[in-house]
């Protein structure tokens, strides 16, 4: 696992601290010798001199702590556990100790004796987001992946840009998510949620004529429930079936009529299906209700430039650069777009370039994430393959 190695790089070498051992220079000797040949990577020779230390000083836990540590590189977990043991035993506070036990107890499967340790590694260093992550995978490994991902959500505060942490979190909540499933089919096989979760799963498969049949299963059993009609609505947006789309978008409002999102994605559909008479009532009614939807502003200024209301169009699209902060970036950039045809179109040069000079600034910085964000996933490619060979 790519967390373990990446962990020993970090830590390998914290408990060495200044010795103040002077009058026994052969412990000395030893305890950096070893040190030396660990940084170096010449685990047997770091084994050797650990033990000899850890034989001249046996009070000494920090020589068990890396003796452990470099049995563990080698796989010795038996001889790995034995040493970090020792360390706990004599130092119980040893930031680290319990961490490295606990991985090395999960490595010969002994699951319940990795939890235990884990936890002393997170009440004594709360802050360590790999003692979390540990005791997460750990508590996976044991069947309890509600408990895990509770685990991995903490882990994920104290390192949200951990790629080990995000793996096992996501890991967890998905078994989570497969588990309570499959406890609600058993209780309720013929529930319309059952039709729901699967149209909601095959979604995310893309596969879109497969969902909405299962969409309008639950819709035939629970025809009154808030929420069926707008994800039917949604699968038929997805296959640009606008005609359905709109259909079920207006039998949800007929369900539910305060449902703002229904409200705006039908006002949208309106626009694509060239009704923008019909979308400036919805979307005057969504922004009655929410006065800084900075994407309402963003559809109504298409509206009604559709409609050829160019003055009112502007005002709505500068509305939704005003409220920069309530809209996403698509958004925003799209809006200033918009403003720099129509200024061009009222023969306003100055605000048309200063709109477009604003679009494109932003566009410049939406490929420069994109490119990050390629780059990236190039680099974890090549590190994944780098940890396989």
């Not at 370039?353 to 679009?359: C, K």
């Amino acid at each position: 696992m790519r967390g373990f190695s990446r962990l020993l790089c970090c830590l390998a070498f914290v408990a060495m601290p200044a010795l103040g051992f002077a009058q026994d220079a052969q412990f000395e000797k030893a305890f950096h010798q070893g040190a030396d040949a660990m940084r170096s990577g010449q685990l047997d020779e770091a084994v050797a001199n650990f033990s000899k230390a850890a034989a001249l000083k046996p009070t000494f836990a920090e020589a068990y702590f890396n003796l452990g540590i470099a049995q563990l590189q080698l796989g010795h977990l038996d001889e790995a556990v034995t040493a970090l043991n020792k360390s706990v035993t004599l130092k119980p506070g040893l930031r680290g100790a319990n961490l490295f036990l606990g991985i090395a107890r999960y490595r010969k499967n002994d699951y319940a004796d990795a939890i235990t340790a884990l936890k002393r590694e997170t009440r004594i260093d709360a802050a360590n987001a790999d003692a979390w992550m540990w005791l997460g995978v750990a508590q996976l490994a044991a069947g309890d992946a509600t408990d895990a991902s509770a685990t991995l959500d903490k882990a994920a505060v104290l390192s949200p840009n951990n790629v080990d942490i995000l793996y096992h979190r996501g890991r967890a909540h998905m078994l989570v998510s497969k588990e309570t499933y499959e406890h609600m089919y058993q209780v309720a096989p013929e529930s319309w949620r059952i039709h729901q979760v699967l149209a909601q799963s095959l979604v995310e498969q893309a596969r879109y004529e497969e969902a909405a049949n299962e969409a309008q299963v639950a819709i035939g059993l629970k025809p009154g429930e808030p929420g069926l009609h707008e994800e039917l609505a949604d699968i038929y947006w997805k296959q640009n079936q606008l005609v359905k789309a709109e259909s079920e978008f207006q039998s949800e409002l007929k369900t539910d009529p305060e449902s703002l999102s229904s409200m705006y994605k039908l006002a949208v559909v309106s626009i694509e299906r060239s009704k923008p008479e019909v979308s400036v009532e919805l979307l005057s009614e969504v922004l009655r209700r929410a006065p800084r939807y900075a994407n309402a502003h963003y559809q109504l200024g298409r509206a009604q430039a559709q409609l050829g209301n160019t003055e009112t169009a502007i005002q709505n699209f500068t509305s939704a650069v005003s409220d920069s902060g309530q809209s996403d970036t698509e958004t925003l950039r799209q809006s200033y777009y918009q403003l720099a045809q129509l200024y061009r179109r009222e023969q306003k040069t100055e605000e048309s370039r200063a709109a477009l000079d604003a679009f494109m600034r932003l566009k410049q910085q939406a490929d420069a994430q994109q490119s990050q964000k390629l780059q990236d996933k190039m680099k974890r490619s090549t590190q994944m393959q780098d940890t396989t060979q």
